[in-house]
């Protein structure tokens, strides 16, 4: 491939994110327990049973205190999160995370930032 060429793909790639709406790549970040099964959460981490494409079921887990950052008071995702330094690692109810970080109450949905990615827990 010539470099005229190359510049075409990336130019077409370019477009092709630009295209999709922050609901479609929502829509790819969750749905983890739909595909996983034996979902718990101990210390800071979500463990379960997920579907995998060629291996059947298997057994995953995840670190959140990697996926979510206290960021001024609110839980955000972030990819080098460390949401545990300033926050107790909370409870997990259905898909929210209840914590408390300074004193203050916080909740997030993980399954907006949580997917099974071919039996791997994963954020996104």
């Known amino acids: 491939m010539r470099r005229g060429e190359r510049a075409g ?15 479609h790549i929502e829509a790819i970040c969750s749905g983890y327990p739909k595909s996983c099964s034996q979902i718990r959460y101990i210390g800071t981490t979500l463990h379960g049973m997920c579907e995998s494409y060629d291996e ?22 972030h990819p080098i999160g460390q ?12 898909t929210n995370l209840y914590t408390t970080c300074n004193k203050r109450s916080l909740e997030v ?3 907006k930032h949580v997917a099974n990615q071919n039996g791997v827990l994963v954020c996104c």
């Open 9 to 23: 793909v990336w130019v077409v790639a370019a477009l092709v994110l630009t295209l999709i709406k922050p609901s």
């Open 56 to 77: 059947g079921t298997k057994k995953t887990s995840l670190d959140l205190n990697l996926c979510f950052s206290n960021d001024q008071g609110q839980l955000k995702w």
């Open 83 to 94: 949401f545990a330094k300033s926050c107790s690692p909370g409870r997990l109810l259905e």
């Open 109 to 111: 949905d993980v399954n």
